[in-house]
């Protein structure tokens, strides 16, 4: 999915990547061939290639620095994401324009519970399981939240989490 985050990407790392394709061959792709986007690559169109291996570089850098960044980056992570209860991370993508926390936020979402799913009060870009939710809790909230922001504010949300399995 090219994750990212603080101004870095997997793609500014990846060198290529070898994976096994529906036909059970083994391939090896470049980065430039893996067609990397926004949370969007090659895998994410052809959920049934599997990733084997994968060659990185890292830029070389003074180790102080990286330490005080990586640092930076975990109290950003510690401070501004619910961390303390379960979630499946950044629940939607940024919509071009637009960041997501606000246009929860703005339109009175914050903290907004269906069954245990809860739009989180510490980062509204976040659904947190406060108890036993299930994922037709998280489902619901999921639509109820694209439904009132599309009505508010006219934005189309498009969830980043993945959801695995049908009917559910
Ligand atoms: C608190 C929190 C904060 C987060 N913050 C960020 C963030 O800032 N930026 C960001 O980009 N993401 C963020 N995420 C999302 C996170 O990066 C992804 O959820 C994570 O990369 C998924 O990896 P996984 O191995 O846990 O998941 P998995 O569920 O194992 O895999 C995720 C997807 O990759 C596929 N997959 C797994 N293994 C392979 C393989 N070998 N070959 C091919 N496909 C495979 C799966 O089929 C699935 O579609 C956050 C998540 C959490 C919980």
Redesign the pocket.
Known sequence: ??????GG?IKDVLVSCQ?LDENLNIVVKTKEELKFGY?DSL??HN?N????TAVFKLNPGIEDAIDIKMKENMLA?KTK???ELP????TFRRPEGYFVGKLISDAGLKGYTIGSAAVSEKHTG?IVNTGNATCKDVKMLVSYIEEVVKEKFNVELKP???F?GRNI
């Open positions: 999915m090219n994750a990212g985050a603080y990407e994976y949370r895998f994410i959920p290639y599997v990733v084997l992570r994401q619910p961390l979630n499946a991370g950044s976040f980043e989490i993945e695995i």
